[in-house]
């Protein structure tokens, strides 16, 4: 009970962990739990849509434990972020593991499941990676650019980075076509919500 009551502590923890992202009305933060859920819903069935290869279940699961170590080191914003910053963050990261392994050692399922996640190895850890690239432009369209215009981003901008994110991803995910059309096509509709509508 001990360790039970340990981790729904931690899941608690994790619902009140802020991204730089916001829900539809442009003021409420989205947090941790609202990510993973998007998630655990979205790259599952994208993944059982398109890629009949890969294992829907187990999408999810990578896609419950993706953010874990955030409860830890918080979210970190990746917006224009340095080389050094991702370094940073990588390290942060690393530790923050170490001591999940650490504290739900009585859960090995959850830590056996992160571990398999952060190696990248099988092809659903890799699908979840790169879909969670998708989910945040879903949100800023939602949203209506809200927390691009907080950051000054301009239309422009915002297309241009997505084309380097995209470029980066394509490099290192080849094997996703399916998830390099769905992030453009996602960077699109996350461009033309910020646009400001002409008034009648």
């Not at 294992?55 to 340095?82: M, Q, R, W, Y």
């Not at 646009?195 to 009648?200: F, L, M, S, T």
Request: net charge negative; glycine share 4%.
């Amino acid at each position: 009970m001990h360790d039970l009551l340990h981790l729904a502590r931690l899941a608690l923890a994790f619902g009140r962990v802020d991204r730089v992202t916001f829900h539809p009305d442009g003021v409420t933060r989205e947090s941790d739990t609202d990510h993973t859920v998007m998630l655990a819903l979205v790259a599952p069935a994208l993944a059982a849509q398109l890629r009949p290869d890969l294992c829907p279940a187990l999408v999810c699961a990578f896609s419950v434990v993706h953010d874990l170590v955030e409860v830890k080191t918080g979210d970190t914003n990746t917006i224009g972020i340095t080389a050094e910053g991702r370094i940073e963050k990588a390290a942060r990261e690393s530790s923050a593991l170490t001591e999940l392994r650490a504290e739900l050692a009585a859960f090995p399922w959850i830590v056996h499941t992160l571990d398999r996640y952060e190696a990248q190895v099988e092809p659903e850890a890799r699908w979840v990676r790169y879909i969670d690239k998708v989910l945040p432009k879903l949100t800023h369209a939602l949203n209506r650019g809200a927390t691009l215009r907080l950051m000054g981003k301009s239309a422009d901008e915002i297309r241009t980075d997505g084309a380097c994110q995209r470029e980066l991803l394509r490099a290192e995910y080849p094997e996703f076509p399916e998830a390099d059309a769905l992030l453009w096509a996602s960077v699109q509709t996350a461009e033309s919500a910020c646009i400001p509508k002409e008034q009648p």
